[in-house]
Every structure is written in structure tokens, then in C-alpha cells.
């Protein structure tokens, strides 16, 4: 049985005071009893992340920490770039990686969104690997072979047991931001074609463990149709996880 996974990304947005209130509010929203059903990982900016694990480490909040991004090496003159001894240092336990926006803005490739999730597992920290098709490609009845590229690409060299304990996140690239979601039905069949993969790549041991997310305009309006699909075990929240009311209704139905 695998225990859901609701993670906001709050992308850009929220500086360390409104990151903190955000978090001291959903903690009296979300408690013991949804965390008992669900894990809840909070990926904030970078300058935010020692203020949101103080109030998580002193309240006993039990949320997981979570980052947004880091680089692939340990250390070196990589300006501006963050490190992944340093957010296992601060005990960060989810790493977004392979993130879209990263993709298309950034410029991250195939080959190097693989060397984060190596990277993140080398310091024991669990990758949320992103995979999604763009609107065109969707279109164009490309979306598995898109989505199963990157997941081939993105897990190569891991072992079934790595493979088994991460995170994947199916994310429609046009269902970000846009309001726009894709069906319960659309998602689950993705999010099984990716589980097909991933039993072909490192056995069916690992896809039944991998737990395998979907993003892209989750709402409270739609968590509780899409978690209800067998291959989807939890969300990638960005937009609705900025509000600690909004993001509370979604783990509690997503729970
Ligand atoms: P939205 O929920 O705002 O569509 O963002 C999804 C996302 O990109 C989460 O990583």
C-alpha cells in the first residue's frame, strides 16, 4: 500500500515572514490524523527553507521539508546554484527535480535532470522527478512517448530498490498554471503507462513502490477524483498550495 504524498511548490512565491505564517496556519489545519494517511512535503524557496524547517522542527509539525531545485555537484564554482549537501544538512527530505519550468526556462536536459536524481538519492534525500508532454505533443498523440523518454532517461543507472523509492510527478505542461487539468481519466492512464515503465526498467517490485504524482491545476475541486484513480498516489501542488486553507482542504482529500 502506498501512502500518498501532497507536496506544495510554492515556485517563486512567498519571502521567509509569509512562508512561516503560511506554515504556522496549516498547522492547525492539518494535523496527526491526515499525517497519519498522507505525507505532506512544503517546497519553498531556497532563502525560506531554514525558517520553514524552525517552526516544522520546533512545532513537531511533522511535514516533510522539501526543495524546489539543486545542482547535481557537491560543490564548486557553480554561481548561484545550490548544493545537495546543503539541503540534506538542513534536513530537507524531497527534492523536486526535472521541474518543467526548469526544463524550458533553465534550459535542464534529460542528462542532467538524471545526475539530480542521482545526486539527491547519493545524500538520502527522496528526488520528485518531473516528467510531462507539452500541449502540441499531447495534440499530436505523442504524450507517452514524451512522458516514457524522460522517465527512461531520467532513472538510467538507478537500481531497482532507488527506482522503487523515489517520486514521480506527472505534470501536463499545459495543465500548469492554466486552470486546466487533465481528466481523472487522462492522468490515471499516463500515471499507469509510467508505472508499466518503470516495472519494465527495474522490476515489478519497484513500480509497485514508486509512488507516482499528478500536477497541474489540483484544486480541492479535483484532488479527490484524481487520488481516487489507482496509479496516482498524491499531488504536485503549485497555484492552490500558496493558500494554507486551499492546500489544508487538498491534503485532507487527498488523505
Ligand atoms: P499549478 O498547480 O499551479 O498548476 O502548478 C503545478 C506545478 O507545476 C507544481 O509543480
Known amino acids: 500500500m502506498r501512502k500518498p504524498l501532497i507536496s506544495g511548490n510554492w515556485k517563486m512565491n512567498h519571502n521567509h515572514f509569509e512562508a512561516i505564517q503560511t506554515v504556522q496556519k496549516l498547522a492547525y489545519l492539518v494535523g496527526k490524523d491526515e499525517l497519519e494517511l498522507a505525507d505532506v512535503s512544503i517546497h519553498p524557496p531556497f532563502t525560506d527553507i531554514r525558517s520553514v524547517q524552525t517552526v516544522i522542527d520546533s512545532d513537531k509539525l511533522g511535514y516533510a521539508l522539501g526543495a524546489q531545485h539543486c545542482h547535481f555537484e557537491d560543490k564548486g564554482a557553480f554561481t548561484g546554484e ?30 542532467m535532470v538524471n545526475k539530480k536524481v542521482a545526486a539527491i538519492q547519493q545524500h538520502g534525500m527522496t528526488p520528485i522527478f518531473c516528467v510531462g508532454e507539452t ?14 523518454g524522460q522517465v527512461r532517461a531520467g532513472l538510467a ?19 500548469i498554471g492554466t486552470g ?8 490515471q492512464q499516463v500515471c499507469a503507462a509510467i508505472r508499466v ?3 519494465d526498467l527495474a522490476g515489478a517490485q519497484a513500480a509497485e513502490s514508486v509512488r507516482v504524482q499528478y500536477g497541474g491545476s489540483v484544486k480541492s475541486s479535483n484532488i479527490a477524483e484524481l487520488i481516487a484513480q489507482p496509479d496516482i498516489d498524491g499531488a504536485l501542488v503549485g497555484g492552490a498550495s500558496l493558500d494554507a486553507d486551499e492546500f489544508a482542504r487538498i491534503c485532507k482529500l487527498g488523505a
Do not use: M
Open 82 to 111: 545550490v548544493s545537495p549537501v546543503f539541503l540534506a544538512k538542513l534536513g530537507v527530505q524531497y527534492v523536486i527535480c526535472g521541474h518543467s519550468e526548469r526544463r524550458e526556462l533553465f534550459g535542464e536536459t534529460d542528462e
Open 197 to 199: 515503465c518503470v516495472a
Open 180 to 187: 486546466r487539468t487533465a481528466t481523472s481519466d487522462d492522468a
Open 157 to 175: 543507472g538507478r537500481s531497482p530498490q532507488q527506482v522503487g523509492s523515489l517520486v514521480i510527478a506527472y505534470e501536463p505542461i499545459w495543465a
Open 135 to 148: 500541449l502540441d505533443e499531447r495534440e499530436a498523440g505523442h504524450t507517452e512517448s514524451k512522458v516514457l
